[in-house]
């Protein structure tokens, strides 16, 4: 039955619809796995099994829905309603969301079965998953080093067998990050793909997704979840056709631009990483692709406090809501260090100066977009350096702005793409010498996610990846 995770969800639903495999025996295969390795991993902020294994029992055989019966979890900041919503954050106390977010109806609406909460750094801060509220979220792979984060809890339950799929949400890569860390697909979706509805009408910087171990997972959850919403203030266009099918034909001769030159100037990209891209590229060529190095215009002085002062007052602001269920004004001891550094720093901004920020980001934004215009994607590392150890990258840390800046050092490559608004994708090609999973990344032209799967996926025949698992998604 443990097996059974590391199936496609399609496959998955297909044999509940057969009646081979009844919903109930696939969650409870779920939450086995779940308790027996969750207490290595921490990956879970909540667990809702009575309610889990309750809507199971209503899903019978030939059910028509395309993913009745597969057990998915969303990540901790996001409401469902009757569980918890906490951000992992001490101020939301266990706040029961008092309704379902879009998308969650979307999955349910799908036959998709919500059997918990999954761990998030506090405020979805850093890249790195390790709260003083739950602890530490570790990586299957080395239970020593970071999932990634900051959809971390969503790609360990993912990568350990707990779940063959997990929601999570991206707004400087925090999609792309733990999945890179964690061996798994991460797509982040073009800005307005998938509708923030009901609580806002547009983000500038964050658009959910999922973490699965396939392109055609992926895909196939984006044709679920993508689309507007009644009162979305910005969409997306919708495809000429579903992402699913345009993942599954060959993309044709694409022009692609190739960097290992980090936006941050003091930073210095691993070796490992490095080499990952390069046989990314040499791949890519086998395959038919004209790969070309390119020096891109994003290493410009001030471009990480540019990210950080708009980056800033979106965290400040899920301080407010979190202020505002707890019935008072927040105050430093609420709070990690570094959560409490941002709430202050939000607070001396202004709004002119913010909006000034706003700006400023918007024409970098543009500058990228028009120097990448004649190339159909960007080819860089996913991260700059190994999975960091535990305890590397906390919130809590004396010296927050510090903590703050070496979490770039880690992630350089990720942000532009939430700054530009294209659809960016960490793909799993090769392993280290170190056991470790190596990602590599691909931005897309704005809102073209159809060719940039369809390369994706065109990778992932080549070097497939989704049978490697960790030890402890080996173990019974």
Request: glycine letters at 10%; a negative charge.
């Amino acid at each position: 039955m443990h097996d059974l995770l590391y199936r496609p969800a399609s496959e998955l639903a297909a044999l509940v619809r057969s009646g081979e495999l009844s919903a109930r025996e696939l969650v409870s295969a779920s939450l086995e796995r779940i308790d027996a390795v969750n207490g290595q991993v921490n990956a879970f902020t909540h667990l809702d099994a009575d309610g889990a294994l309750a809507a199971a029992d209503a899903i019978g055989s030939g059910d028509p829905r395309p993913f009745a019966g597969v057990p998915i979890a969303v990540k901790d900041n996001v409401p469902v309603e009757g569980m918890p919503l906490t951000l992992c954050a001490d101020l939301f106390g266990d706040f029961p969301a008092p309704y379902d977010a879009a998308f969650v109806r979307r999955l349910r609406d799908a036959g998709f079965v919500i059997v918990g909460k999954t761990a998030l750094p506090e405020y979805g801060i850093l890249p790195s998953t390790e709260s003083r509220r739950n602890g530490p979220t570790r990586n299957p792979w080395d239970l020593s080093r970071t999932p990634g984060g900051s959809s971390g809890g969503a790609a360990a339950a993912v990568a350990s067998g707990m779940l063959p799929l997990a929601h999570g949400n991206d707004g400087g890569g925090s999609i792309r990050i733990p999945a890179a860390c964690c061996g798994l697909v991460g797509l982040k979706p073009s800005r307005g793909r998938i509708s923030m509805a009901p609580t806002l009408g547009e983000s500038f910087l964050a658009t959910d997704g999922v973490l699965t171990r396939t392109v055609a997972e992926t895909a196939a959850l984006l044709d679920l979840l993508s689309g507007p919403e009644p009162g979305d203030a910005s969409w997306a266009p919708p495809p000429a056709e579903p992402f699913a099918q345009a993942a599954a034909r060959e993309p044709g001769r694409m022009r692609i631009a190739m960097t290992l030159k980090p936006p941050l100037t003091t930073v210095e990209v691993d070796p490992i990483a490095e080499q990952a891209v390069r046989d990314g590229a040499a791949l890519l060529s086998e395959l038919g692709h004209e790969v070309e190095a390119f020096d891109p215009p994003w290493a410009i002085p001030g471009v990480f406090e540019l990210f950080a002062g708009a980056f800033g007052p979106a965290v400040a602001s899920q301080i407010v809501f979190a202020s505002v269920v707890a019935g008072r004004e927040a105050q430093a001891d609420d709070m990690e260090a570094l959560s409490w550094h941002l709430w202050e720093r939000a607070g001396k901004l202004g709004a002119a100066h913010y909006l000034a920020i706003s700006g400023q980001l918007q024409g970098l934004a543009r500058t990228f977009v028009t120097a990448t215009a004649d190339y159909d994607a960007v080819l860089t590392p996913s991260l700059a350096l190994r999975p960091l150890p535990i305890g590397e990258l906390y919130g809590d840390d004396p010296d927050p702005a510090q903590t703050f800046r070496r979490s770039g050092q880690f992630t350089p490559f990720t942000a532009i793409a939430n700054a530009t608004g294209q659809p960016a994708i960490s793909l799993p090609l090769a392993q280290g010498e170190d056991g470790l999973p190596v990602g590599i990344h691909l931005v897309g032209r704005p809102t073209e996610e159809a060719r940039l799967l369809a390369l994706a996926a065109q990778v992932e025949a080549a070097r497939p990846w989704a049978d490697r698992r960790p030890e402890l998604g080996v173990a019974a």
